[in-house]
């Protein structure tokens, strides 16, 4: 059957037909998004009423068109006659009651802000829902890549049990810098800041918070499973070093901080850390603020999404587009059924890369190897480059695949040992 392509045209006499926008955050993204707005005027049916800031005198810019009211009052836009309140402000507090009361008030909302939806998105889509008004939330995840439309609408037709990617710019930009020029990781942050990358607090992103809450988003859009984002295990980023990529490239292999959840039965394997990628992987392709997602399908097998994932412009086309869709949609249903409750685990059987920073003696290795043997881990190779001081000596063993829990437990027994200058760092190495 052929499938039909909807051309939505504006009318010659489009100001009849507007759609009364106001933004809420003048940042990266809210100022790219009027920046957008102001550049596509008269091609799109979206009249910009009110930017809403914090102090907002210092944020006013000569761009926007003087029709547009700069308010520090955020009532003002609750008694306007914008119909979209777009939230830019990001984290929970005070977006969550301002989403909420503009709900409460008949606007649509649309949003960038994944920790709102992945804490109160149920909610907020119930409320939504309810009151017949839209919720976009596509900026939510991977920047300008459309995944949530994807998963939600051009995949649909699958029964999805896995999502799996790079979801944060910030993180994947620091780890490419490192890897590709020797940029310490302080510096590498820094441009990721000056880029309009990185979230207001970067511990977010290089903690792993940032994509948990994504992952969080996506297991609900894609896999209909309701988890919570303090059930996802988390873990940073800033514990790689520029050795660790020397080993990684001697194994085949970049490193990455890699999302993923999967079901299995009941349960949902959901982590957020950095890993060992194979290059012959897509996702070892990914370089800078890119984002790059896999989906994998029952019935339609892997699908592959990439793109800039972080950053003001990409970011503003999503919420633009989630306009868009408010302006050609009547609102639906955002879930074809509630998602169901999943028990969370980050117990994944996977291949791993630890690295040992020890003060060099005889019988280290067989120390070693005994409480992992004790633990039932095998290990698969060890790696050590030649000149580096006896002091102070990283070498790195890869195990074969063992349960993740058997083998913290095992590092934990193992970090007890005497001669370690550092505390083990333990990578996943994906399949
Ligand atoms: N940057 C990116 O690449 C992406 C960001 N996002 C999300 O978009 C949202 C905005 O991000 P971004 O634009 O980067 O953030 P910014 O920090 O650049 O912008 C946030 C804006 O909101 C204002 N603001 C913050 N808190 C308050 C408050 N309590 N009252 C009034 N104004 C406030 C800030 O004012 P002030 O200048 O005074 O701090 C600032 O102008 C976040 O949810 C983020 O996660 C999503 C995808 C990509
Ligand atoms: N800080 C985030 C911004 C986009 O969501 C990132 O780096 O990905």
Redesign the pocket.
């Known amino acids: 059957m052929a499938s039909t392509l909807k051309v939505t045209r504006l009318p010659e006499n489009a100001s009849a037909k507007v759609c009364k926008v106001a933004l809420v955050?003048?940042?990266?993204?809210?100022s790219s998004v009027a920046r957008l707005l102001a550049s596509r005027n008269g091609e799109l049916p979206f009249q910009l009423t009110h930017v809403?800031?914090?102090?907002v005198a210092r944020?006013k810019v000569d761009w926007v068109s003087s029709d547009v009211q700069w308010t520090d009052t955020f009532d003002d836009l609750i008694k306007s006659d914008a119909e979209v309140i777009v939230e830019?402000?990001?984290?929970l507090d005070?977006a969550y009651q301002w989403v909420k009361s503009a709900l409460l008030a008949g606007k649509a909302i649309v949003t960038?802000?994944?920790?709102l939806i992945a804490h109160h998105g149920s909610e907020l889509f119930a409320l939504a829902r309810e009151r017949d008004l839209h919720l976009g939330f596509g900026?939510?995840v991977a920047?300008g890549v459309p995944v949530i439309a994807a998963l939600q609408d051009g995949l649909a037709g699958d029964r999805l049990h896995k999502v799996r990617g790079i979801l944060n710019?910030t993180c994947n930009y620091i780890l490419t810098r490192i890897e590709q020029s020797g940029a310490s990781f302080a510096d590498a942050l820094v441009e990721a800041q000056k880029a309009?990358?990185a979230?207001?607090d970067p511990t977010d992103d290089i903690e792993g918070y940032?994509a948990r809450a994504k992952l969080v988003i996506l297991s609900r859009v894609g896999l209909n499973a309701d988890v919570r984002a303090d059930e996802v295990q988390c873990r940073a980023i800033s514990g790689v070093q520029q050795i660790d990529f020397d080993y990684a490239h001697q194994l085949g292999c970049t490193i990455r901080q890699i999302s993923r959840a999967e079901k299995h039965g009941n349960k949902l394997y959901a982590s957020v850390e950095p890993a060992l990628v194979p290059q012959t992987e897509p996702l070892a392709r990914v370089a800078g603020s890119q984002n790059l997602l896999v989906s994998t399908g029952e019935f339609g097998g892997e699908t592959v999404f990439a793109g800039f994932g972080?950053?003001?412009n990409p970011?503003a086309v999503a919420v633009v587009s989630d306009l868009l869709h408010i302006a050609r949609h009547k609102p639906r249903e955002y879930d074809a059924a509630d998602p169901a409750r999943f028990a969370v685990s980050n117990d994944f059987e996977t291949p791993h890369y630890v690295r040992f920073v020890i003060q060099d003696k005889p019988g280290i290795i067989a120390a070693i190897a005994n409480v992992l043997s004790k633990n039932g881990i095998n290990i698969d190779s060890v790696l050590q480059k030649p000149g580096c001081p006896k002091t102070e000596l990283p070498f790195v063993m890869t195990l074969e695949t063992c349960s993740a829990a058997k083998l913290d437990n095992a590092l934990a027994e193992i970090a007890k040992l005497d001669f370690h200058k550092q505390a083990p760092f333990c990578m996943p190495i994906l399949k």
Request: charged content about 20%.
């Open positions: 955050g003048f940042g990266t993204v809210g809403y800031n914090r102090d944020k830019l402000v990001g984290g005070p960038a802000n994944k920790q900026a939510c920047g710019g309009g990358l979230e207001a940032d972080a950053g003001g970011t």
